[in-house]
């Protein structure tokens, strides 16, 4: 039982297209909703985290919409770039951060 | 140097064997944690830690076990592995104060 659902598992877009990720979450008690970047061989990355309390943050190309009523979130990558291309995870935590949950995980493919 | 550094990056065992894993960490971070990634189910929560004195259970920890010897370092340990154990496993440390979790870089485990 996933409480962090992520779609779609895998993801092609060209080059200067918009790369969406969806992720839905049950427990209203999450207050805080990051999103990590992940390229091969490596460890993920935090790329931008949002709060309850605000629907939407962007940091340059990367935007978090939120929508607390419907109990979802999404990633927006404007411009993609072959650079994007990596796993991207979506993630909750109640309070205090102790434990966070990921969701399933996105492959992201940009081609030229 | 990396901040959070995992031995080792790869290893090939046999069932029954004890396997250990070990994270270091220099970030002066108290919270490391453990996940589990594998294909289509994302990074899972197999043990946290707050400081040497509390080490918490997480969502998968069944067939593991956890020893903090200090607040650098964080091993993991199955006990006699199995095959479905094959998995990449990272390390993380947490910055309290932000909620950004730090990765290593993994290792990969291969249980025969």
């Known amino acids: 039982q996933q409480q962090v659902k992520q779609s779609p598992q895998s993801l092609i877009v060209q080059k200067g297209g918009i790369s969406i990720i969806n992720c839905a979450y049950e427990?209203?008690?999450?207050?805080?909703f990051p999103w990590y970047q992940q390229f091969p061989g490596k460890g993920p990355a935090l790329l931008i985290a949002i709060r309850p309390d605000v629907s939407e943050k962007k940091e340059g190309r990367f935007t978090i919409s939120f929508n607390k009523s419907a109990k979802q979130f999404s990633l927006h990558i404007m411009d993609s770039q072959p650079g994007d291309s990596a796993t991207y995870f979506c993630?909750?935590?109640?309070?205090?951060?102790?434990?966070?949950?990921f969701g399933a995980g996105t492959r992201l493919a940009v081609h030229p | 140097d990396a901040d959070v550094t995992q031995t080792p990056r790869n290893r090939i065992t046999k069932t029954g064997k004890r396997i250990m894993l070990e994270c270091s960490q220099t970030k002066g971070h108290d919270r490391m944690y453990w996940y589990r990634q594998d294909p289509g189910l994302g990074l899972r929560l197999i043990y946290y830690s707050f400081d040497v004195k509390d080490i918490n259970k997480g969502e998968i920890s069944d067939g593991y076990s956890v020893s903090r010897q200090a607040q650098a370092k964080f091993s993991l340990s199955l006990e006699s592995a199995i095959p479905n154990q094959t998995a990449l496993y990272f390390c993380a440390t947490l910055a309290g104060v932000t909620g950004e979790l730090f990765f290593g870089e993994g290792s990969r485990l291969t249980v025969l």
């Open positions: 993630a909750a935590s109640t309070g205090g951060y102790n434990k966070l949950i």
């Open positions: 427990n209203t008690a999450f207050d805080y």
